[in-house]
Structures are given as structure tokens and as C-alpha cells.
């Protein structure tokens, strides 16, 4: 039997796990959410959907009350909603339909990618965003650090990583955010976000020429939802490793996934075993680990 982890073996995402399903090893607890949909309405939007409805706003030159009743109404269009069953079922047709002009293929996913941009800006905007908190298992592995860089590698929108940045900056540390990906609409969304925080960022572009940028040394990075979309996890691993200062922290899910479109690597075995051959200690079973070193140990 394939090693499975909570997320798999349950519907709900960690955010909603009942408070005894989100202990980790040790008693630890944390506030890392699943990367897909979350039923929150659309009367009550994230931090993320009110960016997208100023970006939108400034990018298209309209008023930020136009913006709001367009993304309104790209809601309402179909039932449900973005986070809803009809628009996932339509977000299905959309790649076998467009399939004809771009697959899955090594030579083609990246265009695929491309062409299902909007449809996937428009899904992302859903995903939940992680309440952080002092004794997250997360964010006590990094306080000790005056400087701290977050890496983002298939970052999507990043609420993770953009989250995180923002809670570590009102707690006094210098952050520099680092996101890659296929250069998409959303490149444009994210550095947009990144000039109205404050917040440094650093987009690095994933190209067919050049599919891993050169990463800068990193204190912690998210690969959630990534690494069953890629041909060679494990070289793609070994360089995030390499980036990784000593007792960095990777938050990704390294748990075997559906066989289908866009999940060109679904079974994760070796990279498991690369991770383990690496010595990073689990800290919550293929969702969170940290790289050996001399890092600062939280209490």
C-alpha cells in the first residue's frame, strides 16, 4: 500500500481538521491549509479577493466598486460559484477541450499552463488563507531569524507564503518573499502585491529553456501542490535543497496523487526517499519537514 498522509485519507483540508486531528508530532500544532477550494462565500472575501479587486481595478481603469461587481458577477455566472461543483466540472471540460491545441506532454504542459490561466486565477482566488500564529510548527522554527527568505516554487497565488511574509513583517523581521512559477497573468497579480505591501519580492520565471531558475538561499519553502505536476521531482528537490540554509523548514505534500491531467508525476515515491535520504526530521507526515543543521531548535 502507497504511504498516504491525513489530507488524503480525509475530505476537509488541515484548516479544517477538528482541533485534535491538527496535532502533529511532539504536540505541535499548525495553521497550513490545503491548496484547493474552500466553501467560504463570496459575501465574505479573503485578504486575496479584495487584492484581486484592487489590482483588477487599477489594471482594467475602473472604479474599485465596478472591479467588486464584475468579480460579483463572474461568481454568480455559474451556480455555485468558483468554489462550487459546476464550475470544477467546467473547469474539467475546459482541458478536455482545449487539449487539442496543448496537453500535458513535457513539450506542452507549460503551454497548457498558459492557455488555462484565467480559469485558474479564478479557482485560486478560493483557496483558503493559513491563520499564523507564534507556536505554529512553521513560523517557531523561523522567529529566531532576523532576515528570513520565503521561498514559493509553483507559488499559484501564494496566500501561503504571502500570509506568512506579512505576519513575520508585523512581528519585526526583514522578509524577502521569492515565488516561481510559468509566467502567467497571475506573475502580474503577485507582483502588484508585492509593491503595495512593502514586502520584497522576487518572481523567478519557470520557461521550457530554463523549467528551474536559480534560487537564492532560503530559510523556508512551499512546494504545495506541486510536485505531482512536475517530470523530475526529484531534481527539482535536490535543487530547493541546495538552496535551503540549515534548519529551513519545507512545507510541500510529498503524498502519492490521482493519476490525472496535470499530474504528470503522481506517484511520489523517490522523492520521498530523497527527502529522507537528505535527513530532514517529518515534523507533520509529508506536509512539513525540516533540514538538518544548526539552526536554532524551538522550545
Partial sequence: ??????????KRGLLFWRSRDRILRGGETTALARSSPS?????????????????????LGIT?????????QSWNAIPGGHNGRAFEAFHGRCYEIFKVFADDSPKQVMAAYRMHERVHFLTMLTY??????????IVKRLLDRASITILDFGCGLAQHSRTLAEYLR????QVHVVLADIPTVRRDFLIWWGKNSGIPLTFLECTPECPIPALPPI????????????YDPVEYFTRIDQAMKAGGVLVTNISDRHNEFMHVSPKLGPLREAVRARGYEEILTNFIFQKPGSAKRPS
Wanted: hydrophobic share 30%; glycine share 2%; charged share 35%.
Fill in 1 to 10: 500500500m502507497s504511504e498516504r498522509d491525513l489530507v488524503t485519507k480525509r
Fill in 39 to 59: 466553501k467560504q462565500s463570496i459575501s465574505q472575501p479573503t485578504r486575496t479577493q479584495e487584492y484581486f479587486i484592487a489590482w483588477n481595478a487599477e489594471q
Fill in 64 to 72: 474599485h466598486e465596478e472591479s467588486r461587481a464584475r468579480y460579483v
Fill in 128 to 137: 483558503p488563507e493559513p491563520p499564523w500564529f507564534d507556536e505554529d510548527a
Fill in 170 to 173: 508585523d512581528k519585526g523581521r
Fill in 219 to 230: 530559510d523556508v519553502c512551499f512546494a504545495l501542490e506541486f510536485f505531482e505536476h512536475v
